[in-house]
């Protein structure tokens, strides 16, 4: 197969699609609209806002899988065509670029995760090159386990978002990878998708800053110690303000403030990968211990921030009862791991010595 547009397959793909449209319709089902100059409107929109359309989001990715296997050095851009699929039929086809991610997932994966590129050729505009590049999170040994880390994964994003709209959204997708011209897939899992950092910071009237180091005083208190009790929630220490380690950095328009967005929880506890572990340096003996790591604020302050959580709880432990991915038995397991942080903030005296005593210790 060729990746580009010939004007043949751009009217074979343009009926197939028509079609697929006028089943839809005629069974009563909403199927969102293909656009004749697809690749065009949708690097305008965003691909993540596109993606959003649907639900669920069912996608098949042709590409050069032996090569992509082998990506594990230098980051190498590969052809590729994204399907998103509806039954048999094609609701949405992109050429793009993909390329293996993440040094250390890179050498242990047995099937790497992968960035993609929504587009063949780069755009003239940076901006939307940027806005359209995404992170794919698959399974990486494509065993039950390993897609259960993804879901839980997922899960913990999605808890963020009931939290503060301050931080990267994420579309749960079912993927599968073949080579061109095969129907057989190579890999079938839940994954999902993350939003890129530049249509977050378009989303939240934002832009983007990288200074070599960062300090937390620089940030919106209100938004640091937000992210500091989420990350004590789920249980990971795996960040740091300072060097920026997981942590993206926004400046909020016109004049401020700037404000920390998370990412990457496969160390959290609350997702408990066998790879996790914690800092030697860190007072716990493994990831599902928590340790507090923001900075020390003043009794109103903490109890503001423990209102907060307090107030969010019902729908944090009802949103991981409802995602129906994740096997009962795993979502009795992560409500009872939520249970003991609660149990902590709603009661005083636990709170003071686990979370107040503890706070400013950790750069």
């Known amino acids: 197969m060729r990746y580009g547009h010939s004007a043949r397959s751009f009217v074979t793909n343009h009926l197939r699609t028509m079609r697929s449209v006028f089943l839809s319709l005629f069974s009563g089902l909403a199927l969102p609209l293909y656009l004749s100059a697809q690749s065009t409107s949708v690097a305008e929109a965003g691909i993540f806002s596109t993606l959003q359309q649907y639900d669920p989001l069912e996608v098949l990715i042709e590409t050069d899988l032996k090569r992509l296997k082998k990506d594990r050095g230098e980051e ?87 939290i503060t709209d301050q931080s990267f959204q994420v579309k749960r997708a079912s993927i599968r990878f073949s080579m061109p011209g095969r129907k057989s897939s190579m890999l079938n899992s839940f994954s999902f998708f993350i939003e890129s950092e530049k249509e977050m910071a378009a989303r939240l009237n934002a832009r983007p800053i990288k200074p070599r180091i960062v300090s937390y005083q620089s940030m919106d208190s209100m938004a640091y110690d937000r992210m500091a009790m989420f990350q004590y929630m789920i249980g990971n220490t795996d960040w740091s303000i300072r060097v920026r380690h997981n942590i993206k950095v926004l400046y909020i328009m016109p004049n401020g403030p700037t404000i920390p967005i998370p990412y990457d929880f496969d160390y959290a506890g609350l997702v408990g990968t066998d790879y996790a572990v914690p800092d030697p340096k860190l007072p716990i003996l493994n990831v599902r211990e928590r340790v507090y790591m923001g900075q020390c604020r003043d009794e109103v302050t903490y109890q503001e921030i423990y209102r907060l959580f307090r107030f969010k709880k019902a729908d944090i432990l009802a949103h991981c009862r409802d995602f129906a991915e994740l096997r009962n038995g795993i979502k009795k397991e992560i409500g009872n791991y939520l249970d003991e942080f609660f149990y902590v903030l709603e009661h005083p005296d636990i709170a003071k010595m686990r979370i107040e005593n503890e706070c400013g210790k950790i750069k």
């Open 76 to 162: 190498q851009w590969q052809a590729g065509v994204f399907k998103v699929m509806y039954g048999d039929s094609v609701a949405l086809q992109l050429d793009i670029q993909l390329a293996a991610r993440g040094n250390m997932r890179k050498k242990t994966c047995h099937f790497p995760p992968v960035k993609i590129r929504f587009y063949s050729k780069t755009p003239e505009n940076d901006s939307i090159a940027d806005i359209n590049e995404l992170k794919l999170v698959t399974s990486c040994k494509n065993t039950n386990l390993d897609e259960e880390w993804v879901q839980k994964e997922c899960l913990t994003y999605e808890l963020y978002n009931l």
